[in-house]
DNA sequence: CTGTGTGCAAACTCTTTGCATAAGT
DNA sequence: ACTTATGCAAAGAGTTTGCACACAG
């Protein structure tokens, strides 16, 4: 299962220190290949089997993991039972469904941010993320 | 184990539609009493006990959940493997602790939010988060 | 009394871990 | 060859649920 991008994600594996095995190449390709996105473990597995590597579920939470400590990935602030990633690095914001627990691109992220605080001593900002929490318009 | 507050929270369940039960006037009590707060299940649990009043996790897990839906707490937007919950409902904001999976509140929070987007067909905005990631200065 | 709430223990889901096998350099 | 990654299955953590008993109105 070798897709034209594989070259792009070894390159990107090797320049984040990461040894470009199979699985990761094929996880890789198939979170950068489509633009940003954020995915839950499990739905990036599924992608990966239908996809023709079959992959093992702890192997995705590994080397998701492993992307997000390189740096390539994120973890998203959001509160839901699963945990998001997001191939988006830079500071940018989501809206997240209550109830569904689905987590949504803001389209035109033109949100600013003012005052923002400094960080308590010792500490630094890793990240700013803005959570809107919608929920279906009438109770 | 009655406390000053019993009358305030006994009021405030009342008046959000909840029946005034020992283990939820106990729970509200230590929820409101001391300002602001936000806190895991465990930790509210453990606060009860030690105050006196054994309920079980799983009523501190309904409670919490019924005091949400009600309104007077709300879920925070943290990416940590506990739930947290937070007595201040208005829209405010926290740092979240990289690997200590820490909250803290924000001490001076005249955090501005500019450009806020429309909330997509059919929904509403329900709370806006603002979640500042830190982590230890130098890795 | 009657309907809700609570406690307990078991079930469930998501995630992590230990160890043998497989793959990368 | 030597080191690192993967798969599997089992363990762990947090949370939810079903049902009998207890409490509030």
New interface residues.
Partial sequence: MTSMNDATAERRLRRHGLRPTRQRIALADLLFAKGDRHLTVEELHEEAVEAGVPVSLATVYNTLHQFTEAGMIR?????SAK??FDTNVSDHHH????GRNEV?D????????????E??D????????????????QA
């Avoid at 809206?95 to 209550?98: K, L, N, P, S």
């Avoid at 803001?106 to 605080?117: A, K, Q």
């Avoid at 010792?122 to 318009?137: T, Y």
Wanted: aromatic share 8%; hydrophobic share 50%.
């Fill in positions: 973890v998203l602030a959001v509160e945990t998001y809206f997240f469904v209550e949504l803001i389209p035109v992220s033109n949100i600013t941010i003012g005052n923002l605080p960080a308590p010792g500490m630094e900002i890793a990240h700013v993320d803005v959570v809107i929490r919608l929920r279906p318009k």
